[in-house]
Nanobody, 128 residues
């Protein structure tokens, strides 16, 4: 059974940094999955923040986080990361990671319904 677990959230002041981790267990190879980080703020729809291809060489970022967030993936450790710098109060949300089984190194999806396995999320709160 595949399990996905996020960690690293917390309370930080505006301008600060956090590094989120996403660990996948119960699967043979994380290298077979693209991975997305999503976030949901209170009263808002969940939105895609960043995606990384299964080999870790391709990335996509939501416009509002470009230049501030960096997604990475260590397939040997079955772990992915989201480095978040220059945090803003509007980044406050529950951040979740999700896995998408893909069949080539260039593919990733921007659609939630394509993701097969989800974590429960970790709270990030940015104070002004």
């Amino acid at each position: 059974q595949v399990q996905v677990e996020e960690s690293g959230g917390g309370l930080v002041q505006a301008g600060g940094s956090l590094r989120l981790s996403c660990m996948a267990s119960g699967l043979t190879w994380l290298s077979r999955y693209a991975l997305g980080w999503f976030r949901q703020a209170p009263g808002k729809e969940r939105e895609l923040v960043a995606v990384i291809t299964r080999n870790g060489e391709g990335t996509y970022y939501f416009e509002s986080v470009k230049g501030r967030f960096t997604i990475s993936k260590d397939n040997a450790k079955n772990t992915a990361y989201l480095q978040m710098n220059s945090l803003k109060p509007e980044d406050t949300a529950v951040y979740s990671c999700a896995l998408d089984r893909t069949y080539d190194d260039a593919t990733y999806s921007l659609r939630e319904r394509d993701y097969d396995y989800w974590g429960l999320g970790t709270q990030v709160t940015v104070s002004s």
